[in-house]
């Protein structure tokens, strides 16, 4: 049975509605990631779930009882803020510590419990110290201490690494995800990051403009986009979308891409219905699925070669992106660092069409 | 050539700072002025004030022309010196500055963190308070003191000074609180505290400088303030203001300047203590939240 279960929740704000009927569930022990541009309602519906921002419509359970009129402090569950919202007046043992206090436990008791806390964060050396006087990686730990301190039933994170610089946020990010390990908490956690979505995640929630895209593990969410804009907003550098067109010779199908009928593809293996004659659709190919040969996949049963002029070139060091134009189009290729490629000239790019994806250009969700 | 540049414009800024500084000195010295002539005033004997020279320093200064000031001279009828008065206005100012600024925190607190429908409206009606002249609520103002049967009694100028300053003091807080992240009260809300838990144990202990700010311009008001206190206040009652007032026009015998000038100062002592006091933990309020950041 779910642990937490979002049933239909609506938000209205003003004559907008923020939330559009949004469904989740989630099992004890899950790590939920809500991820999606601004402006989607992540925030919102982080705030609905901690009793900030009422829902106009529909239900919140945890646990099994419904949670919609408890006031926030009555859910059992912990927020860890975008800007921390340490209190600045308070040293970090008294912010740590504010909450058992307005629950009135014993100071004796408080005392440990916040010691335990700290060593699990290893803050213990900062204690006695304000906020003021914090790192912003320190700051984001007494945030966390505060949150852990309370051992609630579901954490909620709203955004809680964007404050951060890169190298930090990676190594925070890894916290967060030992945390979940250890303690097996039920975490809720709000991103507009999707790598943080598909590292953290055991499940993934995309909203766009106040509706669920699409829920899934970040392998489905990542290899089987529900439509355009998953698959768009999912993956870095963004999933190629190649406009074609069907083919058919012979009972096979195949797809001719930059309207050029001399360039073919034989239809990817996902595809399992027969698609009509001449119909529109869009290819859609992770970086790493087009290739330089000497990295295509040997057991790929579905593959292509096509040459394209390269027109610009990213190293990254560990692999090269390497960008390819053809008829006006272009994409974005992934290849081994070491192979020779020079700008502007021609270079035969291998197209692994196992994992490509095929998207219908009208309705945006995804064929096959 | 550049180089050389640089040389001039440097002379030029030093030429001109010093400028600034001549120009400040000179100001300030011109507003000193009449507090200078007050101070040795009061230490002169009559005979060497009737001398006529009013910047010469005083042959024998003497301090009993404030001995008067506070205990003996002529208020009116009673000549017991303004000391009774100089209290008055202290039971005055303290609960009608300290009601004023907490009930003006508490506002502002309402104002921004626990909004409500029309909170605008609301906060636009007090600002009014601040435009509202004095004289045109004296009336009113007096009627219902008389109805509340607070005519003439300390209590009712402490009500009245409470309700004019409630515009200013609600102004200062919410401004200050407006700037004040949202986030801090939600997760106080989550962490179980209330309404005025939040108040007292998050909002207010980071409120040091504005409280300052508001108790400065509070203090100040009500303890310079003379229309109020010779309205609804009279006689014995009066606060410091109107004694002076009655003491520099009592005319029997000769005018004692000396004594005036001296009651005078004993007015404005309270004030500037207030400055020299609060003003440096009001910078060190402003200092502390600029260098941390």
Not at chain 1, 3 to 29: A, Q
Not at chain 1, 196 to 212: C, H, Q, S, Y
Not at chain 2, 110 to 116: A, C, D, G, M
Not at chain 2, 161 to 167: A, D, E, K, N, S
């Amino acid at each position: 049975m779910s642990f937490l279960e979002i049933k239909n929740i609506r938000k209205k704000i003003g004559n907008v509605e923020i939330l559009k009927g949004i469904n989740i569930d989630l099992e004890k022990g899950g790590f939920l990631v809500l991820v999606g541009p601004s402006g989607c309602g992540k925030s919102t519906l982080l705030n609905a779930i901690a009793g900030l921002l009422p829902p106009s419509s529909g239900d919140i359970v945890i646990d099994g009882q419904v949670i919609n009129d408890l006031h926030p402090s009555q859910r059992d569950i912990a927020m860890v803020f975008q800007s921390y919202a340490l209190y600045p007046n308070m040293t970090v043992e008294q912010n740590i510590a504010f909450a058992l206090e307005m629950r009135g436990v014993e100071k004796a008791q408080r005392e440990a419990a916040v010691k335990q806390v700290a060593k699990t964060l290893q803050i213990e050396h900062l204690l006695k110290r304000r906020p003021s006087q914090l790192s912003g990686g320190q700051r984001q730990r007494v945030a966390m201490g505060r949150a852990l301190v309370r051992q609630p039933r579901v954490f909620l994170f709203d955004e809680p690494l964007s404050n951060l610089d890169a190298k930090l946020r990676v190594e925070v990010r890894a916290e967060i995800k030992a945390l979940h390990q250890n303690t097996n908490a039920t975490i809720v956690y709000v991103t507009h990051d999707q790598i943080e979505a598909m590292t953290l995640a055991t499940k993934i929630v995309v909203l766009k403009e106040g509706m669920v895209q699409q829920v899934g593990t970040p392998a489905e969410i990542y290899n089987h986009p529900a439509n355009l804009f998953v698959a768009d907003f999912m993956g870095s550098p963004a999933m190629n979308m190649l406009k074609g067109k069907v083919v058919s010779a012979g009972g096979a199908q195949s797809i001719s891409l930059f309207g050029n009928e001399g360039v073919q593809v034989t239809m990817p293996p996902s595809v399992t219905t027969i698609l009509p004659e001449g119909k529109d659709v869009i290819l859609g190919l992770r970086p790493e699925t087009i290739t330089d040969a000497g990295l295509v996949d040997p057991d790929a049963r579905a593959t292509a070669q096509i040459a394209a002029d390269v027109i610009m070139v990213e190293p990254t060091g560990s692999d090269t992106f390497v960008t390819g134009k053809l008829d006006g189009a272009s994409f974005t290729a992934r290849t081994r660092s070491d192979v020779q490629v020079r700008l502007g000239e021609k270079f035969p790019f291998s197209f692994n069409l196992d994992k490509a994806v095929v998207f219908d250009p009208e309705s945006g969700s995804r064929i096959g | 050539m550049s180089a050389a540049n640089e040389t001039v414009s440097a002379g030029q800024a030093r030429v001109a700072r010093y400028f600034i500084y001549a120009a400040l000195i000179v100001l300030a010295l011109v507003y000193l002025l009449p507090l200078y002539v007050m101070l040795i005033t009061s230490l002169k004997s009559l005979d060497e004030i009737r001398g006529g020279d009013m910047l010469a320093l005083p042959g024998s200064p003497s301090i009993a022309a404030w001995v008067k000031a506070w205990g003996e001279a002529c208020i009116g009828v009673s000549c017991v010196g303004i000391k009774g008065y100089f209290w008055n206005s202290i039971k005055m100012v303290v609960p009608a500055v300290l009601i004023s600024t907490l009930l003006g925190a508490l506002n502002g607190y309402v104002l921004t963190k626990w909004r409500f429908p029309g909170h605008k409206l609301v906060f636009g009606m007090m600002l009014f308070a601040c435009f509202i002249p004095f004289q045109a609520v004296l009336i009113p103002m007096a009627r219902l003191l008389g109805l509340l049967g607070l005519s003439n009694s300390t209590t009712g100028l402490v009500m009245v000074h409470v309700i004019y300053g409630l515009g200013f003091t609600t102004l200062f807080f919410r401004n200050y609180y407006e700037a004040f992240p949202d986030e801090l009260v939600k997760a106080a809300m989550i962490d179980g505290a209330g309404f005025f838990r939040i108040f007292w144990r998050i909002l207010l202990p980071s409120s040091g400088p504005i409280i300052v700010v508001t108790i400065i311009y509070q203090f100040t008001n009500i303890w310079n303030d003379f229309l109020f206190g010779i309205s609804f206040a009279g006689g014995e009652g009066s606060p410091m203001t109107v004694a002076l007032n009655n003491l520099v026009s009592s005319s029997t015998g000769v005018k004692e300047y000396n004594v005036d000038m001296a009651a005078a100062v004993f007015a404005a002592l309270p004030t500037l203590f207030v400055y020299i006091v609060a003003g440096r933990y009001f910078v060190r309020g402003l200092m502390a939240g600029a260098v941390k950041g």
